[in-house]
Structures are given as C-alpha cells and as structure tokens.
C-alpha cells in the first residue's frame, strides 16, 4: 500500500462535471486552447501544478500575520531566515513568480548571441533567454528521449556533450548555465547529486556561473534520498543543501515546492551581480524585501518551504503520481517511465501515431480529455516547442509530443486519479478516431498560451 495522504480536509471547495455540450461549446469559444476555458468549466484541473496547492492551516496561520511594510518588513526576515538554512545563498531577491526571477537574470547577465546551456529549459525559461537574444541549448542525456527506457535519474545533463558544447562556442559566449530541477519538460524526471556535481565542475571549469532552476528541488532531493547509493540516511533538508553548495545561484517558482498560490526568487553568491539585480528588480518587480509580493504571501512562502521539504508529504506526493502512472499503464496508455515527481507525462505521439507533429498529436488528446471527461492537461509537445531554425529557417519540431497531468499538491484524492485513469483508458480504446489539429492564430512568443485552434 502506498502512504496514506498525512493530511485531513478541513476546507472544501465544490467541483462538477458540465454537460458534454457544454463542454463542446466551451471548447468552441476558446478556440480549443484548454488554457481560454473557464475553470469553472473544467472538473479535474490537471493543467499545472503550478500555483495551484492547497496551502496548510500553518501557511494561512502565517499569513495573517504577514507585515505589509515597505521596506524591511519581518515577513522577508521569515523568508530570509529559511533560504539560508535550505538554499545557503549569500543574496535573494522575491519575484512575483518564477519567470520574473528568469527575466531579471536574463536582463542582467544575457547579451544577443549568447548561448545558456541546461539539461532542459522550460518554455518560460527559453522564452526569456531568445527574448534577450539569446540561445538556449538543451543537453539532457540521450536517455530522456526513450520514454520507456528505466533510469533513475532521466533528468541528468549530458556532461560531455556540455564540455564540446562549451568548447564549440566558447565560454566567452555563455553568461551563465543552468539546471532544471527536476527537468519538467522532459518528464518531470530528476537529477541525481552525482550529476549536478559534475555539472558544476565543468561549468566551473570554464568560469561559468552556475544556475539551478530550482522549482522542484524538493521532489528532486526525495528522489535522490530514494534513489542515490549513500542518501538514504540523509535528510532532504541536507540533500537540498547539498545541491545548492554546488551552485552560484537558482531562480525558483514559489508556485511548485514551496507550496505557494504565488511568488518566486532568485538567489546568488555574488554580491556585484545582487546590485544589478537589485536595479532591475526596483524597476520591474519592486523593493529587494518585497520583490513584487505582499509581506504576507513572503511568510506564506517561509512556512512552505519547510513544509516541501517534509519526508511524509514528499513521499505521499510520488507516490500519489506513481499511482496515477500504474493505473494507465495497466490501461495500455504509453507514458514516460519511470513516471517523475509532479506529473505524468502521456507519450501522445506513439498513441496516436496517425496525427504528424504538425498536427498536433498532443494537442489533438488534451482536447479530447477535456471533451471526454472535463479533464484539462496541457501538451508538451510540438504547440509548445516546434520553432523555425533561426539560420536555416526549416520547422523544428521536438523528439516527444506529450500531454502533461500535472498534479496540484495537496488537492485531489485518490478516486480524483482513479477517474483520470478511466477516463483516459476510454480514450485509448478509441484512439484511431482522433483527429489532428490546425493553428488559426499563434502569438511570436509562448505561442501555446493564447494560440487558436481548429480540428481538422
Ligand atoms: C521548470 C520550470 N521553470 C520555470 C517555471 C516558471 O515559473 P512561473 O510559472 O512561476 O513563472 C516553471 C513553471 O511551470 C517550471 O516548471
């Protein structure tokens, strides 16, 4: 038996399944992007697990109690207090979220040209790097890309593939490297401590400064504890500590591991580089002790860091999403495997290899889950990544088209992934009836947020 969730309910919050019509007209209106449907309209909400946690009794506690000063309110000295004993940065600034903290080192460290290496960037995180000019470059091990090959630790970088990178373009050329922890678009798969070391070594190596995108280093540090030869015995709070020794700085989205409905930060070594930062952040987000947030939404934040970091929820929380990844496998629906921390990911390309990447195979399944159940999930696939080559200008188009569960923390139960499982299982059995899809309307950037839609 899997742990039991180490929480009761104490507050609930109604949801219901519309009509199968209305869920037609719905999906009409929002020109089928499940990103313009009302959430009232939306029964199981997979969409991210962003921002979306049930917060703790403790968290609302806290927030009452939140100082709304300005400048050096006590909530950030709350905030401060805990990320030097998890992170150990010498500097942080909040931001509003995690791209926020993406825009401002970008703003401050990128130049046009410039390449930024990772296992595998998120979409906000690339969107920001080619917003300034720049490059991002994916280097996640081969492993990544065969979704039923086991490995533990599927998120490792490619470490020598990042030391020819490095040496084709020049460290002169790379402001700063990262790593995402665990790697979402890539399976939400984790990173093990061997690799994040020898990751720093090289860009250390080559005096590089070293970011980890650290939006789930929790669930990262329990696989870890899991998974590593020799972690067994230490405390996720040491593993995190660990991870974070080895950089020069990470930008976090509050919104995953820190339990939050808001917030983020980024956080470094260097104090030249805090100034910068402190300028920008003035100008975009705001004061270096609010960055953007309220002083109660900082406490929120302090309590929930601690909180993500606690054994007894981390480990309900894998293997709630391990739950969810047996049951579709016992439903015959391809997924990437072993399943990762936050989500699970449905390989949308090998279900439904009648629809080419230009048709949007993931795109084509979020639909019909909505269509069919109510269930909102979000493609990771060809809507979300497919881009023109910026020399050749040839249509390139990624290896995996996925559709992302995304599970909020804290908030669904386990007959919420029964439901989700049958739901999809029904959908498997079907699946030569689905259809492609065609883009009517596509923005320059993120395109997937606000794009339109048409069935083919
Ligand atoms: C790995 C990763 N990095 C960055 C972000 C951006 O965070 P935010 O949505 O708070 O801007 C996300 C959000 O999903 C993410 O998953």
């Known amino acids: 038996m899997h742990p039991v969730e180490p929480f009761r309910i104490?507050?609930?919050?109604?949801?219901?399944?519309?009509?199968?019509?209305?869920?037609?007209?719905?999906?009409?209106?929002?020109?089928?992007?499940?990103?313009?449907?009302?959430?009232?309209?939306?029964?199981?909400?997979?969409?991210?697990?962003?921002?979306?946690?049930?917060?703790?009794?403790?968290?609302?506690?806290?927030?009452?109690?939140?100082?709304?000063?300005?400048?050096?309110?006590?909530?950030?000295?709350?905030?401060?207090?805990?990320?030097?004993k998890i992170f150990g940065f010498e500097h942080f600034v909040p931001t509003h979220q995690g791209r926020a903290a993406e825009n401002i080192l970008c703003a401050v460290l990128m130049k046009p040209g410039g390449y930024v290496p990772s296992n595998m960037h998120f979409d906000t995180t690339e969107a920001n790097i080619r917003a300034r000019g720049g490059r991002p470059e994916n280097l996640v091990i081969e492993e990544a890309f065969h979704p039923t090959l086991q490995h533990p630790f599927k998120?490792?970088?490619?470490?020598?593939?990042?030391?020819?990178?490095?040496?084709?373009?020049?460290?002169?050329?790379?402001?700063?490297?990262?790593?995402?922890?665990?790697?979402?678009?890539?399976?939400?798969?984790?990173?093990?401590?061997?690799?994040?070391?020898?990751?720093?070594?090289?860009?250390?190596?080559?005096?590089?400064?070293?970011?980890?995108?650290?939006?789930?280093?929790?669930?990262?540090?329990?696989?870890?504890?899991?998974?590593?030869?020799?972690?067994?015995?230490?405390?996720?709070?040491?593993?995190?500590?660990?991870?974070?020794?080895?950089?020069?700085?990470?930008?976090?989205?509050?919104?995953?591991?820190?339990?939050?409905?808001?917030?983020?930060?980024?956080?470094m070594r260097d104090g030249d580089l805090y100034q910068k930062v402190c300028n920008e952040l003035i100008l975009r987000e705001g004061f270096p002790t609010y960055g953007g947030l309220a002083g109660r939404d900082l406490d929120a934040i302090a309590v929930g860091l601690v909180e993500g970091l606690d054994e007894a929820y981390l480990a309900y929380r894998l293997s709630q999403t391990a739950?969810?990844?047996?049951?579709?496998?016992?439903?015959?629906?391809?997924?990437?495997?072993?399943?990762?921390?936050?989500?699970?990911?449905?390989?949308?390309?090998?279900?439904?290899?009648?629809?080419?990447?230009?048709?949007?195979?993931?795109?084509?399944?979020?639909?019909?889950?909505?269509?069919?159940?109510?269930?909102?999930?979000?493609?990771?696939?060809?809507?979300?990544?497919?881009?023109?080559?910026?020399?050749?200008?040839?249509m390139l188009y990624p290896e995996l088209e996925l559709v992302r569960l995304a599970i909020p923390r804290r908030v669904y139960t386990q007959s919420h992934m029964d439901y989700v499982a049958s739901v999809l299982g029904e959908l498997g059995e079907k699946k030569e009836t689905l259809r492609g899809y065609r883009i009517t309307y596509s923005p320059p950037l993120l395109r997937h947020f606000t794009a339109h839609f048409e069935p083919l």
């Open 323 to 394: 739950y969810l990844a047996q049951k579709l496998l016992d439903a015959n629906i391809p997924i990437i495997e072993p399943s990762g921390g936050h989500a699970i990911y449905v390989d949308a390309g090998h279900l439904l290899p009648h629809i080419p990447h230009g048709e949007f195979p993931g795109q084509a399944l979020a639909a019909e889950l909505y269509l069919q159940g109510g269930i909102r999930s979000v493609e990771i696939g060809s809507v979300m990544f497919a881009h023109e080559d910026p020399d050749s200008h040839e």
């Open 155 to 267: 998120g490792n970088m490619d470490v020598s593939k990042l030391r020819l990178f490095i040496e084709r373009i020049g460290s002169q050329n790379i402001p700063f490297g990262a790593l995402t922890v665990t790697n979402n678009a890539g399976g939400g798969q984790p990173v093990s401590m061997e690799n994040i070391r020898s990751v720093s070594e090289v860009y250390h190596e080559y005096g590089i400064p070293f970011f980890i995108d650290a939006c789930r280093y929790a669930e990262n540090a329990y696989f870890i504890k899991l998974r590593e030869p020799g972690y067994a015995v230490k405390s996720t709070l040491e593993i995190a500590h660990e991870m974070f020794s080895l950089a020069d700085g990470a930008f976090m989205s509050a919104k995953k591991d820190a339990l939050v409905n808001i917030g983020g930060f980024l956080a």
């Open 10 to 84: 104490k507050m609930v919050e109604p949801i219901r399944l519309v009509e199968h019509e209305q869920r037609q007209a719905a999906m009409r209106l929002a020109g089928y992007n499940l990103f313009a449907l009302r959430a009232e309209d939306v029964f199981i909400d997979l969409l991210t697990d962003s921002g979306t946690g049930a917060m703790s009794q403790a968290q609302w506690g806290a927030m009452l109690e939140g100082d709304e000063s300005y400048a050096g309110a006590r909530s950030f000295y709350h905030l401060a207090d805990v990320m030097q």
